[in-house]
């Protein structure tokens, strides 16, 4: 029998319109950017944490302090590729992810399948295990206000046969 294991991720960053936007390793023209130590890129810290999580291996904020220098403005492709490098030595792959960015603006339809192909590059998986998909708050608090985008993500790990 296969041992699977589920965690959950999330990550809210404030719109910095003097940053670009970075969601899913994809690079969205003319929107506002995020801000943050890195990146900013809050899908793939959302799933950083979830497949952290799912493997009992901790966050992101002890892998990738934000006050550690080392990672201002770091790619967070290269955040991921080193969390599921971790993952792998700790007999742990990726099986499939489950995003959802919570935002007004921009509409995350239109950047879903690159943002889809890119995850799914980084993971090693093909890109229909990953799922993109976008929701608004409806006008309320923060993010609806569009003062921040939030992300939420399910990851399912498998462990690895040797």
């Not at 998909?133 to 939030?150: F, H, P, Q, S, Y």
Request: proline residues 6%; charged residues 20%; neutral net charge.
């Amino acid at each position: 029998m296969t041992s699977l294991r589920a965690g959950t991720g999330y990550d809210i960053h404030r719109v910095d319109p003097t940053r670009p936007l970075i969601l899913g390793g994809v690079a969205i023209p003319g929107a506002p950017g995020l801000s943050g130590h890195s990146d900013a890129d809050a899908v793939l810290h959302a799933v950083i944490d979830a497949l952290l999580g799912a493997a009992g291996l901790g966050d992101i904020g002890g892998r990738f302090p934000p006050g550690d220098e080392r990672y201002r403005d770091a790619d967070s492709s290269l955040l991921l590729r080193t969390v599921v490098a971790e993952l792998a030595a700790a007999g742990w792959a990726a099986v499939n992810i489950d995003i959802t960015v919570v935002c007004e603006r921009p509409r995350i339809r239109p950047h879903a399948v690159k943002m889809q192909q890119a995850i799914a590059r980084l993971l090693g998986l093909d890109p229909a295990a990953v799922n993109v998909k976008g929701k608004t708050n409806e006008g309320l608090d923060a993010v609806g206000r569009g003062e921040a985008i939030a992300v939420h993500a399910v990851a399912l790990v498998a462990a690895r046969v040797s």
